[in-house]
Antibody, heavy 122, light 111 residues
Framework: EVQLVESGGGLVQPGGSLRLSCAASGFTFSSYAMSWVRQAPGKGLEWVSA????????YYADSVKGRFTISRDNSKNTLYLQMNSLRAEDTAVYYC???????????????WGKGTTVTVSS | QSALTQPASVSGSPGQSITISCTGT?????????VSWYQQHPGKAPKLMIY???KRPSGVSNRFSGSKSGNTASLTISGLQAEDEADYYCCSYAGSSTVGVFGGGTKLTVL
């Protein structure tokens, strides 16, 4: 069974940092691009970041560029999102998602985790 | 990276058909046949319903279909069922240097 399990969410003060992890199983992890998508309370979906299957290419939304870093460890089947300089507007449920292809952003997201909640507040 | 435009809400009675539109630009929807659609029930993760504009993943009912004309993509749900009541999001590939762009979401109510 294909499965994605996020962890690392929590409460952090504005300006703080947090690292999210996503453990993947049930598919050849290195063969697919992976992404992080977030959803603020009561709001829609926002594609935050993506990484190619090899890890050689990364992509970011303008809203997080320069503050967030996506990475992956294909030997551990794990995706990461390092979030620095966090702001109140980064408060959201963060979903890990599997892309449809290994290149670029994977074009679509065919498997999603259940999400992990990040709250930025003093 | 402007969001795609979707109607905030649509409704229909059981057995009827509804269509949700998703309008983008010539830089996203209009340039690529890479629109995907996601269904999200309250408190749940999104689920892929349509990819590459009109393809259905295994296990998705053939009551769901997708199409595109110019800068506008559409999701049609035929034979509405109570379980179809959910939020629906479109998403488009937007080029090789950026992430995809989502629509604002459409709440489907089955009357």
């Amino acid at each position: 069974e294909v499965q994605l399990v996020e962890s690392g969410g929590g409460l952090v003060q504005p300006g703080g940092s947090l690292r999210l992890s996503c453990a993947a199983s049930g598919f050849t992890f290195s063969s697919y691009a992976m992404s992080w998508v977030r959803q603020a309370p009561g709001k829609g979906l926002e594609w935050v970041s993506a990484i190619s299957g090899s890890g050689g290419s990364t992509y970011y939304a303008d809203s997080v560029k320069g503050r967030f870093t996506i990475s992956r460890d294909n030997s551990k089947n794990t995706l990461y999102l390092q979030m620095n300089s966090l702001r109140a507007e980064d408060t959201a449920v963060y979903y890990c998602a599997k892309g449809g292809y290994d290149i670029l952003t994977g074009y679509w997201l065919d498997v999603w985790g259940k999400g992990t909640t990040v709250t930025v507040s003093s | 990276q402007s969001a795609l435009t979707q109607p905030a809400s649509v409704s229909g009675s059981p057995g009827q058909s509804i269509t949700i539109s998703c309008t983008g630009t010539s830089s996203d929807v209009g340039s690529y046949n890479l629109v995907s659609w996601y269904q999200q029930h309250p408190g749940k993760a999104p689920k892929l319903m349509i990819y590459e504009g009109s393809k259905r993943p295994s296990g998705v009912s053939n009551r769901f279909s997708g199409s595109k004309s110019g800068n506008t993509a559409s999701l049609t749900i035929s034979g509405l069922q109570a379980e179809d009541e959910a939020d629906y999001y479109c998403c488009s590939y937007a080029g090789s240097s950026t992430v995809g762009v989502f629509g604002g979401g459409t709440k489907l109510t089955v009357l």
